[in-house]
């Protein structure tokens, strides 16, 4: 039961793990992945059951396994006010058992018949799977239509489960400085705005998090209508099909599912600033949050654009990030910049550095606002156009290795509102972005009035 | 040895907290009801997965360099993974952190390329080539699509004929281990593995760190040193897996790898042994949760209990959501996200290991629930049920892990790192499926004895008595 924030061009999971693995605001996410090659990529094959449940398969032979993935468009940006963190705790709820399924059996017959499982939720999604041998397909899918609608929680489960996730947040944010940071500077990024609350929840509303109001979240949003089914591996349309049809395709679905219309963000009005000082932060560091479009809100290759943009920024050692402030000024250790151009609702990049010894944060601030603006005033030079979006691209064809990959990668997509044939042509729009589109998408998003910047000191140090 | 990484993890960068879950994808696990009727007719067969194999060619080039291949042209892409035994436990304690930034430093610039340079080159070709160095060996890992192949082994070429260790990119990079020797302080991983290993470990070099004092004695001559008795014919491992067949592969191993020199074996290491263990070890650090760290000596890879050892660690501790620790620490209390257990093997000392992070206030009572069902399964043994299902989850697993290319080279290359034939793999769940109730409880009795482990508690645990 881990927690996503879906981070990062669509295929580009690796990429996004280094990222994060470099800097110490990131925040967790989900398994993503990486891309698709130009002619030799094939769409998967699709179908719909007639309850409006959403199938796609991604035929690969080479090994006896199966990825069998259900995602809900449903994440934690449709919790009702003052019950964050509930999309979360159900992920961990749907564990709990259904009428067939004792509490706690879900896993262990998983287990038991060689497989591997997990949950994981976003803002915008939640998702549940199985990888498994290909003869055992039917039974995770019989246990996953089962406790899409009869899920049965027994009371007394419910208070070990709500501390298991306090554990979690302790885990990933609470003793991590930077972690609590990001959490406060994504509040300010999206203030009134549902994203601007922690996927897993904060702390206060985890601990008052009931069964009722979980319920009630459950009978509302899981539901086949509401529901994409992706199976990846050893196997083909023909032959998921009357499975999918058995199992999936007698749910009801819910009936005027509610319309996932959030409150929005007032405008922006001005630059942002917060810091935080812990005695734990041993070197302190910085951190850049602009909102931006997303894959789902922008209009032609806007998205595309905003990735190749980032990707020259901060996406690699060979950056304009990281060559200036790491190499040749020596101000900083690391420094990089990532999109998460997946919202439902808009994105965000972040840029981020850790400075040398003895340099401060707002020189190395300084320092980074000059790269930008140098970077919106001059756009690319051609090689780093060619390299970032053949960079990107690539990525598509390694994901052609991993059925997981490509079936996260599907999943995800799709939960978001896109096409197959978008999803397809991603590499082929890749390719295409102009060095006008992203001078364009650069200099509407890296805009300073409407940024958050977020330094991250020790506890007794003054700027 | 967290810091430095041990042989399985070298894939990881420097610094990587290795077999820490700090992020466990953990679930939930189950209490023991009887599974529905539909689940159980099945449980009598194997599945499918537990029966798939994978064909491993054994390739000779012309000029002697050995290695194993897959070869599959499903996607054109080839891995190639190699290992030069002898790591950051042979340099002298004055250069420590010496073989981590050589292994780095080898990715850095070759022959024309300076760093800048050679990672633009490596973009342009969408190859991902990384040298990293554990305390038992160097490892190096490729990517690349099949149509830039003959490129990237170009590259690989270089990188072991011409590396240039320029100032630059070396003083970065001491740049960036000055910093990450800051950051360890506070980072409760390190600090708790760290412990353990002073503790269990004393003097030997797998419980040294880099610090200050040696990486300032560390220059560009010290790194040529360290490549030149390191990195040579004579302790390399070679596993490719992908596009290219053996015929192919076999002059293009000379292309690269020839280059080397013979050189000779490397004397290993001195044996370590673990000293008594100590029961509670408590480090403070600020942070509303603690890391509980604990482990006891554990077997060689090559012993005959080491496979009865992996059914023995799904019960206890390693089986995800369903293992003994998971049931009565998260499942009942809810007193963590995740606990697990596993064996942690390096060349020269093998340990049994376990995490779990828990509230301050609740480090006493998980300690003493992990203790409590340590001599539980101590005490009684483990159940044939429990054989049975570890074992049907082992190996109906296997396949899971064998299902992409990148994966299979994962797999196939830590078996040829430890020592194992090439045909291991597809012994692998036979040797597995043989393993009786008998063969878990003896591991259980050599192995998990509660009096034999060590804890370490970093954070602000509340009630507790160090010394109890």
Do not use: C
Not at chain 1, 73 to 97: C, N, T, Y
Not at chain 1, 277 to 290: A, F, H, I
Not at chain 2, 103 to 122: I, P, S, T, V
Not at chain 2, 361 to 380: C, K, Q, T
């Amino acid at each position: 039961m881990e927690r996503g924030s879906g981070a990062g061009g669509r295929w580009r999971g690796a990429f996004v793990a280094r990222l994060l693995a470099a800097s110490a605001l990131g925040l967790a996410l989900a398994p993503l992945t990486a891309p698709v090659a130009r002619a030799e990529f094939q769409a998967p094959e699709t179908f719909t059951l007639s309850n409006g449940m959403e199938v796609v398969v991604i035929t690969d032979r080479r090994a006896p396994v199966v990825t069998h993935m259900v995602w809900y468009r449903v994440g934690s940006a449709d919790e009702p006010r003052g019950q964050s963190g509930i999309a979360h705790f159900f992920e961990h709820l749907m564990f709990k058992g259904t009428h067939r399924i004792a509490p706690g059996e879900f896993s262990r017959i998983v287990q038991r018949n060689g497989g591997q499982l997990n949950a994981f939720t976003s803002w915008d999604y939640t998702a549940y799977f199985e990888r498994i041998a290909k003869d055992r397909l039917d039974l995770v899918m019989s246990m996953e239509a089962d406790r899409m609608r009869n899920l049965n929680l027994p009371p007394e489960l419910i208070a070990a489960e709500r501390d298991v996730i306090v554990e979690e947040r302790r885990a990933r944010v609470d003793n991590n400085p930077g972690a609590v940071l990001n959490e406060r500077m994504r509040a300010m990024l999206y203030p009134n705005h549902p994203y601007g609350a922690p996927v897993i929840g904060w702390l206060h509303e985890i601990e008052d998090l009931e069964r009722d109001e979980a319920l009630d979240f459950y009978r509302v949003w899981y539901a086949p209508n509401n529901a994409i089914l992706v199976v990846a591996g050893d196997i083909d349309a023909a032959e998921l099909r009357p499975l999918a049809e058995r199992h999936y395709g007698r749910l009801r679905p819910t009936r005027n599912l509610p319309a996932r219309d959030w409150t929005r963000a007032p405008p922006p009005v001005g630059p942002m600033r917060i810091t935080h000082s812990d005695p734990k932060v041993r070197q302190p560091s910085l951190q850049r949050l602009y909102p931006s479009i997303s894959y789902a809100t922008d209009e032609g290759r806007q998205a595309h654009a905003l990735d190749v943009a980032v990707e020259i920024l901060g996406g690699s050692e060979t950056s304009r990030l990281y060559r200036a402030l790491v190499e040749e000024q020596r101000l900083a250790v690391s420094a990089g910049a990532s999109a998460r151009s997946s919202g439902l609702a808009g994105g965000d990049v972040s840029l981020w550095a850790t400075p040398a010894e003895g340099v401060t944060l707002d020189r190395l601030e300084a320092a980074m606002d000059e790269v930008v603006a140098r970077f919106l005033a001059e756009g690319p030079t051609d090689r780093e156009l060619v390299r970032a979006r053949s960079n990107l691209a690539a990525a598509a064809i390694y994901a052609r290795d991993s059925q997981t990959a490509l079936a996260n990668v599907y999943g995800m997509s799709l939960a978001m509102g896109e096409s197959i044939a978008e999803i397809v042509a991603w590499p082929e729009d890749i390719e295409a972005v102009t060095r006008e589109e992203v001078i364009a998408i650069a200099r509407a998003t890296l805009d300073a009035k409407s940024s958050v910047t977020g330094h991250l000191l020790p506890a007794e140090a003054e700027e | 040895m967290n810091g430095t990484g041990s042989r399985r993890s070298w894939q990881g960068r420097r610094g990587g907290a290795v077999y820490l879950a700090a992020f466990a994808l953990v679930l939930a696990a189950p209490a023991s009801f009887a599974p529905p009727a539909h689940a159980q007719p099945r449980e009598r067969e194997q599945a499918q997965s537990a029966q798939h194999r994978v064909p491993v060619e054994e390739v000779v080039s012309p000029g002697g360099v050995r290695a194993w291949l897959v070869s599959d042209s499903t996607v054109p892409i080839i891995q190639l993974r190699a290992y030069w035994q002898g790591g950051g436990a042979l340099e002298p304690d004055e250069i420590v952190g010496a073989t981590a930034i050589m292994a780095d430093m080898l990715g850095e610039g070759a022959g024309a390329y300076d760093a800048n340079a050679f990672k633009e080159r490596l973009e342009e070709l969408h190859v991902t080539l990384s040298y990293a160095a554990g305390v038992d060996g160097v490892g190096l890992s490729l990517q690349t699509l099949s149509e830039h192949r003959d490129a990237a082994f170009d590259l690989v070429r270089l990188t072991l004929a011409e590396p240039r260790f320029d100032a630059e990119p070396l003083a970065r990079i001491k740049r960036q281990v000055a910093v990450s020797i800051r950051q360890r302080e506070t980072n409760p991983s390190y600090i708790a593995n760290l412990a353990l290993d002073e503790t269990l470990l004393g003097a030997h070099p797998y419980a040294r760190r880099v610090s200050n004092e040696s990486l300032a004695r560390i220059d560009a001559g010290v790194l040529r040193e360290r490549r030149a008795a390191l990195i040579t014919r004579a302790n390399l491992r070679v596993t490719v897996v992908g596009d290219i067949d053996a015929a192919t592969l076999a002059p293009l191993l000379d292309h690269m790898f020839g280059v080397l020199p013979d050189g000779h074996a490397m004397p290993e290491p001195a044996q370590a042994t673990p000293a008594a263990p100590v029961p509670l070890i408590v480090r403070a650090l600020p942070q509303p949760q603690s890391l509980i760290l604990f482990a006891a000596p554990g077997i060689q890879d090559e012993d005959p209990d080491f496979v009865p050892l992996a059914v023995a660690n799904y019960i206890l501790g390693g089986g995800g959501f369903s293992s003994r620790l998971m049931d009565e620490v998260r499942e009942k209390r809810g007193l963590v996200y995740g606990v697990s257990t596993g064996p942690a093997v390096y060349d020269r000392v093998a340990l049994v290991r376990g995490s779990a992070q828990t509230e301050n206030g609740d480090v006493g009572e998980a300690l003493e629930v992990i203790r409590a069902e340590l001599a539980r399964l101590y005490a009684d043994g483990a159940t044939q049920r429990e054989v049975d299902d570890a074992i049907a989850y082992l190996t109906g697993a296997f396949a899971l892990s064998l299902d992409s290319n990148r994966n299979i080279a994962g797999v196939l290359h830590g078996y040829h790192v430890q020592g194992r034939g090439p045909d291991y793999v597809n012994q692998r769940n036979d040797l597995i499926r043989a393993v009786t109730l008998a063969d878990v409880n003896r591991v259980i009795r050599r192995l998990f004895n509660p009096d034999a482990f060590t804890f370490v508690v970093v954070g602000q645990p509340s009630g507790l008595d160090a010394a109890d």
